[in-house]
Every structure is written in C-alpha cells, then in structure tokens.
C-alpha cells in the first residue's frame, strides 16, 4: 500500500495507522476527508480485508465515502449511525489545546457534524500542522451562494473588531468558478494570520446570517496523532 513513500506521506501514512488501532470490531466510525484522512481509509480497508474488522463507516464527503466503497468499508449515513464510537480526520492547523481549523478540503460543515455526534474525535497529521497560534492557514467559512458577497463584506467588516492580524478574504475557486461544497455552497477563505481569541471568532461567524459554518473546531477534538517524516509518532 505504501511503496516508496516522501516524508510528508510516510508523516501522515505513520499517523493513520497509529490511529487506526482505536478502530475496534463492531464500531461506527466517521471519516475525516483530505489526503491524510485517506490514509485512514486505506489503513481500515485493509483491516476488513486481512483481519475480517467489521465497522460501519459514516463519511464526511462524496470523495470519502467512494474511497470507503472501493476499500470494503460498509458505508451508511450519519442519520443510520445515529452516534459514533470515534470519528479519525485531518486537520490544516492544531494548537496545543487541541484547537484545529478544518476544510483545506471543502468538507468542514460534514466534518463538524459527524466529529461532534462521536463520542471521541481524534486528529491525524503531520507534525507541520501544529502551530503555537491558529490563523496561518486561511480560515475556511462555508457560505450559502445567495448573496455572498455580502455575507463577505459583513464578515470583513466584523473582524475590524476581533483580535486578528489579517482581514481579507477570498472566495475559493475551483477552476474558474465558485468551488461548491457537497452540500451546495461556497467557502469564503479568511486570511487572518493570526486569531488571538479563536473561541469568539467561531462564535460570531456562525450568528451571521447566510454563514452556516466555519472550520474552527473548538473543544470537539479529543488527541491529535502526530506523524513525523522518518516514521515516529507522538499521540497530544
Ligand atoms: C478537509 C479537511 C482536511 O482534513 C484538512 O484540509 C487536512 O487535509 P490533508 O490531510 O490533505 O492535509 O479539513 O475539509
């Protein structure tokens, strides 16, 4: 599965197997999209192959539940679930209070739903994803397309007053249009340089209308396993 792999890979590959053995038989488990979330997926498939594991695996985003089909993972929908035992997923930045910012992929607003209805979410990453402060990584902002240029201007003019170094924001692109979320909307990438006071930030996005989430994840994250380029791992 892992042929000659570059450190980066071999980071994130080492994270993902490690997290892996909080998958037990039996468990529903939600599951994280990006490239080291399929890592994940990959490690899972080949525990349902080789060692007869049996999940019930509850994808973040189309492209997750495709590569789920395609290893073996029985996929079903959140609402089949119900709860989850654990949800395994990437993260763009973790702080040491195990504060993220989420959705480099498009897919936050699944990947917070699924995360919080888990009893444990766990994170997997290579070790450039840890930082001192969040905010070096644009913040995803899920938006609905009706009038979303207004939503920016609002959101624009609101961070003026929060504790942030940087206050443009960007319309993410796909090509040459709008990139659509799996749920049919935009993201607004915030490019705040630093977010001094995270926990706010999140709560005043989302009381603004045409907002419906953003990829700060606050107290939802229980460990983050940590994957270095010459294959070590340490659990936060
Ligand atoms: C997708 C995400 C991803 O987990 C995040 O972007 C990390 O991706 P990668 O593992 O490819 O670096 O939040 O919405």
């Known amino acids: 599965?892992?042929?000659?792999?570059?450190?980066?890979?071999?980071?994130?590959?080492?994270?993902?197997?490690?997290?892996?053995?909080?998958?037990?038989?039996?468990?529903?488990?939600?599951?994280?999209?990006?490239?080291?979330?399929?890592?994940?997926?990959?490690?899972?498939?080949?525990?349902?192959?080789?060692?007869?594991?049996?999940?019930?695996?509850?994808?973040?985003?189309?492209?997750?539940?495709?590569?789920?089909?395609?290893?073996?993972?029985?996929?079903?929908?959140?609402?089949?679930?119900?709860?989850?035992?654990?949800?395994?997923?990437?993260?763009?930045?973790?702080?040491?209070?195990?504060?993220?910012?989420?959705?480099?992929?498009?897919?936050?607003?699944?990947?917070?739903?699924?995360?919080?209805?888990?009893?444990?979410?766990?994170?997997?990453?290579?070790?450039?994803?840890?930082?001192?402060?969040?905010?070096?990584?644009?913040?995803p902002v899920e938006v609905i397309p009706f009038g979303w240029q207004t939503t920016q201007a609002l959101i624009e003019e609101t961070l003026v007053s929060l504790d942030v170094l940087g206050r443009k924001s960007t319309l993410r692109m796909n090509n040459d249009s709008p990139f659509v979320t799996d749920e049919g909307n935009h993201i607004l990438d915030l490019h705040l340089n630093r977010i001094g006071d995270a926990r706010q930030m999140a709560l005043v996005l989302n009381q603004m209308p045409g907002v419906v989430e953003n990829g700060l994840f606050i107290d939802i994250c229980d460990a983050v396993v940590v994957g270095f380029g010459d294959g070590r791992v340490e659990v936060r």
């Open 1 to 139: 599965m892992t042929g000659e792999l570059s450190p980066i890979d071999k980071a994130k590959f080492v994270a993902a197997k490690k997290a892996a053995e909080y998958v037990e038989d039996g468990m529903r488990v939600g599951l994280g999209t990006g490239s080291t979330a399929a890592w994940l997926v990959r490690c899972l498939g080949e525990m349902v192959r080789d060692e007869g594991l049996r999940i019930q695996g509850v994808p973040t985003s189309t492209r997750t539940a495709q590569l789920a089909q395609e290893v073996g993972i029985k996929v079903v929908s959140l609402d089949e679930a119900r709860w989850l035992d654990v949800t395994i997923d990437g993260a763009d930045e973790f702080d040491r209070d195990l504060n993220l910012i989420k959705g480099g992929g498009g897919a936050l607003l699944q990947e917070k739903i699924v995360a919080t209805a888990s009893d444990q979410m766990v994170v997997i990453a290579d070790v450039g994803k840890e930082v001192e402060t969040l905010g070096a990584f644009p913040l």
